[in-house]
T-cell receptor, first 114, second 113 residues
Framework: DAGVTQSPTHLIKTRGQQVTLRCSPKSGHDTVSWYQQALGQGPQFIFQYYEEEERQRGNFPDRFSGHQFPNYSSELNVNALLLGDSALYLC?????????????FGPGTRLTVT | AQSVTQLGSHVSVSEGALVLLRCNYSSSVPPYLFWYVQYPNQGLQLLLKYTSAATLVKGINGFEAEFKKSETSFHLTKPSAHMSDAAEYFCAVSKNRDDKIIFGKGTRLHILP
């Protein structure tokens, strides 16, 4: 049973550029949540996608956007990158029967903005 | 608004000793509470979850946590530490089964030989 997968593993971008991160949920899951984990901090909720729509959103600017595809996979897009966007980006999947807050996390994408 | 506070950003215990990681929560409603573990360069793994059933929750790898409403606490314990327990531990809260999860800042557990 495949768990949550994310790509790429690492990424280096320059300030002002745009980046797209990808996530495939655990088999049987239909909901994807994205988190930003800065160095030495706990994960912070960015947003959650269900049925291809943004269901909940945390306190992140509009530069952060997402998408969910019919196969439940998801993308996180960040525009106009800032140095402060450097972090580990975690994707988590869940499903309605288990409760949207019972989340299974992927290994993350390490984004470095220079 | 929900929040959690983890006391101690670093905790060191000797191998075989009791592990105690502290977490206090703030919630306007009966909360869902979680403990997650993160090993180096990996994502988070759910250790255990409290959902207002039993106040003592048993998780994986020998960990357990007790919900104490009077103290607004949800401390994580393990009777005997193992070297493989060295990792970052996060306490988290959610106001219901479908709401977003709010994480604490984490406690790094060091195991001394």
């Amino acid at each position: 049973d495949a768990g949550v997968t994310q790509s790429p593993t690492h990424l280096i971008k320059t300030r002002g550029q745009q980046v797209t991160l990808r996530c495939s949920p655990k088999s049987g899951h239909d909901t994807v949540s994205w988190y930003q984990q800065a160095l030495g901090q706990g994960p912070q909720f960015i947003f959650q996608y269900y049925e291809e729509e943004e269901r909940q959103r945390g306190n992140f600017p509009d530069r952060f956007s997402g998408h969910q595809f019919p196969n439940y996979s998801s993308e996180l897009n960040v525009n106009a990158l800032l140095l402060g966007d450097s972090a580990l980006y975690l994707c988590a999947s869940s499903s309605v029967p288990g409760g949207w807050n019972e989340q299974y996390f992927g290994p993350g994408t390490r984004l470095t903005v220079t | 608004a929900q929040s959690v506070t983890q006391l101690g950003s670093h905790v060191s215990v000797s191998e075989g000793a009791l592990v105690l990681l502290r977490c206090n929560y703030s919630s306007s409603v009966p909360p869902y509470l979680f403990w997650y573990v993160q090993y180096p360069n990996q994502g988070l793994q759910l250790l255990l979850k409290y959902t207002s059933a039993a106040t003592l929750v048993k998780g994986i790898n020998g960990f357990e946590a007790e919900f104490k409403k009077s103290e607004t606490s949800f401390h994580l314990t393990k009777p005997s530490a193992h070297m493989s327990d060295a990792a970052e531990y996060f306490c988290a809260v959610s106001k219901n089964r479908d709401d977003k999860i709010i994480f604490g800042k984490g406690t790094r557990l060091h195991i001394l030989p």
